[in-house]
C-alpha cells in the first residue's frame, strides 16, 4: 500500500467494529498510525484487549470494547462507551460481519442462517450508525465507512446470503447519507474484492484464482489495499462525498 500522511487523521477519534482480527485490525492500526484515536470493539473481547495494549505499547491512543451486533443494548452500549473513551466521535468504521453462508445454494440455505447473516450485517449496520449519530453529529466532520463487498456487484452462486447483506449495506448507505447530510455527516461504502485474511480461508482456491485471473491488476488482494480509501472516506479530504461506493478490488469488478 502507498505510504499516507502520518497526520490525515490526526484528532479523530473513530470506533471500528469486527477489529479484533482481519480487514478491521489493519484499519485500526492504519488510522492509529495517521494519527486517530481509535476504539477496537468486537464480540471476541479478550482478543481485542489484546491487540489494543500492544499498539498502546507501540505508542498508540486504542482502546477496546466488547460488542455484539445480535444484541442491539450491547450495540447501544458500545456507542456510548466508546463516545466516552474518546470524548466523542468523528467516525465510525462499520467492519463487523459474518460470512458463513458460503459453500450452500439457494436450496440448501436454511432459513436460521439467512437471518443470523442479516441481522449482523445488515440490522448490525443499521443500528451501530443510529447509535453513533448523535456524537458524530455533534462532531461536525462525523464520517462513516460501510463495509460492503464486489459480491453484491457481481453475484457469485453459492454465497446467497452474505451477497445479498452486502447489497443491502450498499443500499442503506445511500439512504443514510441523504437522511444525514444535513447534520454533516458522510456515509459511504467500501466494497473489497477476496482479500487475504482469516474471514476469506473457507474460499475455495478455485474462487481465489477465479478472483485472480479476472483482476485487471493480476495478483492476490491484502488488507492493506483496502486502507486507503477508508482512511481516505474518514478523513477531510472527503467532506463533499457521501452516499458512494468505492469498489476496490483490483478492477475485477468496474463500478
Known sequence: ?????????????????????????????????????????????????????????????????????????SIESCATEASRLLGGLDGLVNNAAITNSGGRDAHELDVETWDRVMDVNVRGTWLMSRACHAALKASGRGAIVNLASDTALWGPPKLLAYTSSKGAVVSLTRSLSREWGGDHVTVNAVAPGLTLVEATEYVPAARHQFYLEGRAIPREQQAADVCGAVLFALSGLSRFVTGQLLAVNGGFVMH
Request: aromatic share 2%; net charge neutral; no cysteine.
Open 1 to 73: 500500500m502507498a505510504e499516507l500522511p502520518h497526520n490525515l487523521l490526526a484528532g479523530r477519534r473513530v470506533l471500528v467494529t469486527g477489529a479484533a482480527r482481519g480487514l478491521g485490525l489493519v484499519f485500526a492500526k492504519t488510522i492509529a498510525k495517521a494519527g486517530g484515536r481509535v476504539v477496537l470493539a468486537d464480540v471476541l473481547l479478550d482478543q481485542a484487549q489484546r491487540e489494543a495494549a500492544a499498539l498502546r505499547d507501540a505508542g498508540f491512543d486504542v482502546q477496546a470494547q466488547a460488542v455484539d451486533l445480535l444484541d442491539p443494548s
